[in-house]
């Protein structure tokens, strides 16, 4: 199973770290890990996906500068670290682990990414302006 932590409150401009850890499985046993955001009352959309043999990485244009994930193979674990928050990021933010391409990854639904791998609990960030 994947566990996210480090969710929260926070004003605009402030920086948050999830992280998600697997347990039962290593994450390099996948062909990607990633961070997903469902903003109250959209759908989940993929925002950072990692390659775990390459590191090759993709960014949501939306998060690109601001987010970074990176991943600690030692510690079974990837995270997200969140600079410059805005209202609009507020969300349930999910970490996933799928065998496809980082960049495909993303852009699953969430059926899918759940035959291909697995799925964490989620951890609410919100953002105040």
């Known amino acids: 199973q994947l566990m996210e932590s480090g969710g929260g409150m926070v004003q605009a401009g402030g920086s948050l770290r999830l992280s998600c850890t697997a347990s039962?499985?290593?994450?390099?046993?996948?062909?990607?890990i990633g961070w997903f955001r469902q903003a109250p009352g959209k759908g989940r959309e993929g925002i950072s996906c990692?390659?775990?043999?390459?590191?090759?990485?993709y960014y949501e244009d939306s998060v690109r500068g601001r987010f970074t994930m990176s991943r600690d193979n030692a510690k079974n674990t990837m995270y997200l670290q969140m600079n410059n928050l805005e209202p609009n990021d507020t969300g349930l933010y999910y970490c996933?682990?799928?065998?496809?391409?980082?960049?495909?990854?993303?852009?699953?639904?969430?059926?899918?990414?759940?035959?291909?791998?697995?799925w964490g609990q989620g951890t609410q960030v919100t953002v105040s302006a």
């Open positions: 039962g499985f290593n994450l390099e046993d996948y062909w990607s």
């Open positions: 996933a682990a799928a065998t496809a391409l980082e960049q495909a990854m993303c852009g699953m639904t969430t059926l899918r990414i759940r035959l291909l791998g697995h």
């Open positions: 990692i390659s775990t043999t390459d590191s090759s990485t």
